[in-house]
């Protein structure tokens, strides 16, 4: 499959979250209101890497992916990111996130993710916004880089991210067909 005139991406929204997010069903329905008809929704994951979020969120933290049917193009990442961030907001609890959002896309060959954090391995794409790639697609699997987040490591991930793939990859034959 040539990959060169692919010009739309995969998006996927990760989603943390302790027990205590009440809003979780309406927040499902007005992100899909936003971004599309979801796809492809993960199993729930414990997320115990990292005491990081622990003062804002508390303990019993849950990871959550969600896949969308609508490709995009990969440059509306830094916009996508910007409305994750005033949706995180209007979920704030005495000026504390209960939820984490962050959008990213997949394409054949990786993962990226959006972030409002500098990095060496982060590629500026505007409005404050940068790419992080987290995986990287190569022989038949996905690979975690040395910088990736401690969870992404883990590779507990990774058969999400390939069934994700799989559609996405039918999607783009789809593409190509009808060009």
Same mark, same amino acid.
């Given at each position: 499959?040539?990959?060169? $005139? *692919?010009?739309?991406?995969?998006?996927?929204?990760? +989603? #943390? !979250?302790?027990? %205590?997010?009440?809003? =979780?069903?309406?927040?499902?329905?007005?992100?899909? $209101? *936003?971004?599309?008809?979801?796809?492809?929704?993960? +199993? #729930? !994951?414990?997320? %115990?890497?990292?005491? =990081?979020?622990?003062?804002?969120?508390?303990?019993?933290?849950?990871?959550?992916?969600?896949?969308?049917?609508? +490709?995009?193009?990969?440059?509306?990442?830094?916009?996508?990111?910007?409305?994750?961030?005033?949706?995180?907001?209007?979920?704030?609890?005495?000026?504390?996130?209960?939820?984490?959002?962050?959008?990213?896309?997949?394409?054949?060959?990786?993962?990226?993710?959006?972030?409002?954090?500098?990095?060496?391995?982060?590629?500026?794409?505007?409005?404050?916004?940068?790419?992080?790639?987290?995986?990287?697609?190569?022989?038949?699997?996905?690979?975690?880089?040395?910088?990736?987040?401690?969870?992404?490591?883990?590779?507990?991930?990774?058969?999400?991210?390939?069934?994700?793939?799989?559609?996405?990859?039918?999607?783009?034959?789809?593409?190509?067909?009808?060009?």
């Amino acid at each position: 499959m040539t990959t060169s $005139n *692919i010009k739309h991406v995969k998006l996927i929204v990760g +989603l #943390l !979250y302790s027990n %205590n997010f009440l809003e =979780y069903e309406g927040f499902i329905n007005l992100i899909a $209101n *936003i971004f599309g008809e979801i796809d492809k929704m993960s +199993l #729930l !994951y414990p997320f %115990n890497y990292t005491d =990081y979020y622990k003062i804002e969120f508390g303990d019993n933290l849950t990871r959550k992916f969600l896949s969308f049917e609508d +490709l995009i193009s990969p440059e509306k990442l830094s916009e996508i990111k910007i409305i994750t961030n005033k949706l995180e907001n209007k979920y704030l609890k005495k000026n504390k996130r209960t939820i984490n959002i962050d959008p990213g896309y997949l394409d054949l060959d990786k993962f990226v993710l959006a972030s409002v954090k500098y990095g060496r391995q982060k590629l500026y794409i505007g409005k404050g916004i940068y790419a992080d790639p987290v995986l990287e697609y190569y022989k038949k699997s996905f690979n975690h880089f040395n910088w990736s987040f401690p969870d992404f490591k883990s590779n507990k991930y990774l058969d999400f991210f390939s069934e994700v793939r799989s559609i996405y990859r039918e999607q783009i034959k789809e593409y190509l067909q009808n060009k």
